[in-house]
């Protein structure tokens, strides 16, 4: 177990990742998990190997149409021509004859190859006269052949546990006739809306002034169900410090993860920090060296014992209630925490980089590691990136269409337009 950090310096943005993955402990395949037929696991995450029960592809198969024929035959030609047998082959046929030497059979893509077969040749390198075959050209021995086994062989690992079940492993696995699937039970996460100033999206009143719109509730759903995870909203709590205890010890007892908004910088009516010393809760993280979203509290906290017989640790994560602040912590933080935890592989459990050009100049005070969100596309097939105008962490409105984020490490201030930089898909 890592040592409870208190009264913690501001940490390094590497030093609060690696903290929060330390704190994960990944679901267990035998007591975490479900079967679930094939159609129902998309987006899920496989809690055991999968192997292929039949070889890919099944049979030595045509990949062209064209026309099947053994290549040796083709050494003794003082021309390039065969004959044509009766037969044809579809795909989806198994026929008995056996190619005669000599001869050439019609064959369609996916067709399974006749007995004596070992090549085939597309269809507009040939020439057909009657019942003969010109060959334009000489094929390569092989050549438009898919052989058994070629892709997988039967009783090798077809997915790995760990594997995201996406349209091209949902599709693989029902060609391997895999018709129901073990998968990690999807994570339930807790989200809590602080501050008397948060409105619900369905009020029937009309905002009166200092009032917003709890949009951060949509925002975070949005991502966790986009993770693959369960949302569990538990409402707006206004800065009264008994309601709020009460729906964190419930949030806490009911959830693997527990996200609130508000409530953790350093003002009179932020009391998360102190309602987690009171429960028993082990802070590890107070801030994060990040604009936006320095005031991050990350704590951990026993909830019960589960079926192992061990205790059930909660994460809890503190976020700031600025909109924009709230999604840079969970593109940053949150979401590998959700992937370590529900059994993705490690890859997932970390940001992907890539450097882009910068459309734009970008400039940071330099004090603490920058995220400036904006678009990335790729014009002549090379990443750009286009920053927006307005970095407020405040301004949701900004952040529309964002699907990436440009990375200025501390101590760098600008980076001017046409130079590289270093961008953060999301």
């Known amino acids: 177990m890592l040592p409870s950090i208190f009264n913690v310096a501001m940490l390094s943005v590497s030093e609060v990742e690696k903290i929060i993955l330390d704190l994960v402990k990944p679901f267990d395949p035998e007591f975490d998990s479900e079967i679930l037929p094939l159609p129902q696991a998309i987006a899920r995450i496989l809690a055991e190997d999968i192997q292929s029960e039949l070889?890919?592809?099944?049979?030595?198969?045509?990949?062209?149409d064209g026309y099947a024929l053994c290549y040796a035959d083709l050494e003794n030609l003082q021309e390039l021509k065969l004959a044509i047998a009766t037969d044809e082959i579809p795909a989806g046929i198994a026929i008995a004859q056996r190619l005669a030497q000599g001869e050439c059979m019609r064959i369609f893509t996916g067709g399974m190859l006749p007995v004596g077969a070992d090549t085939v040749i597309m269809q507009e390198d040939t020439e057909r006269i009657d019942n003969?075959?010109?060959?334009?050209?000489?094929?390569?021995?092989?050549?438009y052949v898919r052989r058994k086994g070629e892709f997988i062989k039967a009783g090798t690992t077809l997915l790995r546990a760990g594997t995201k079940l996406g349209a091209t492993e949902i599709g693989a696995l029902a060609s391997a006739r895999c018709q129901m699937v073990k998968v990690y039970r999807q994570p339930k996460i807790a989200i809590i809306s602080t501050g008397n100033e948060l409105v619900s999206l369905n009020s029937p009143q009309p905002l009166q002034l200092g009032q917003i719109i709890d949009s951060n509730l949509y925002a975070i759903s949005t991502l966790i169900a986009q993770m693959g995870a369960i949302a569990i909203p538990f409402g707006m709590i206004n800065d009264n410090k008994a309601k709020l205890e009460k729906v964190m010890q419930q949030a806490i007892a009911e959830a693997d993860i527990v996200i609130s908004?508000?409530?953790?910088?350093?003002g009179d009516y932020d009391f998360i920090d102190e309602i987690l010393e009171k429960m028993g809760a082990d802070i590890y993280v107070r801030s994060v060296a990040i604009k936006p979203g320095k005031p991050l509290t990350v704590a951990f906290l026993t909830s019960a014992l589960n079926v192992n017989g061990s205790e059930d640790k909660v994460l809890y994560f503190g976020v700031p209630g600025n909109p924009v602040s709230a999604m840079m912590i969970f593109w940053r933080f949150i979401r590998g925490a959700i992937a370590k935890l529900n059994g993705s592989n490690e890859s997932y459990w970390y940001p992907q980089f890539i450097k882009a050009i910068a459309n734009a100049e970008l400039n940071s005070q330099g004090r603490r590691e920058t995220y400036l969100w904006g678009q990335l596309t790729y014009p002549k097939g090379k990443?750009?990136?286009?920053?927006?105008?307005?970095?407020?962490s405040g301004n949701l409105i900004s952040a529309i269409g964002t699907n990436a984020l440009a990375v200025m490490r501390i101590n760098q201030t600008y980076v001017p337009i046409g130079d590289e930089v270093i961008v953060m898909l999301i």
């Open 55 to 64: 070889d890919f592809p099944h049979w030595d198969n045509s990949a062209m």
């Open 132 to 143: 003969f075959l010109q060959l334009n050209i000489k094929p390569t021995q092989g050549e």
């Open 261 to 266: 908004t508000g409530g953790v910088s350093v």
């Open 383 to 392: 990443p750009v990136f286009q920053p927006v105008q307005n970095y407020s």
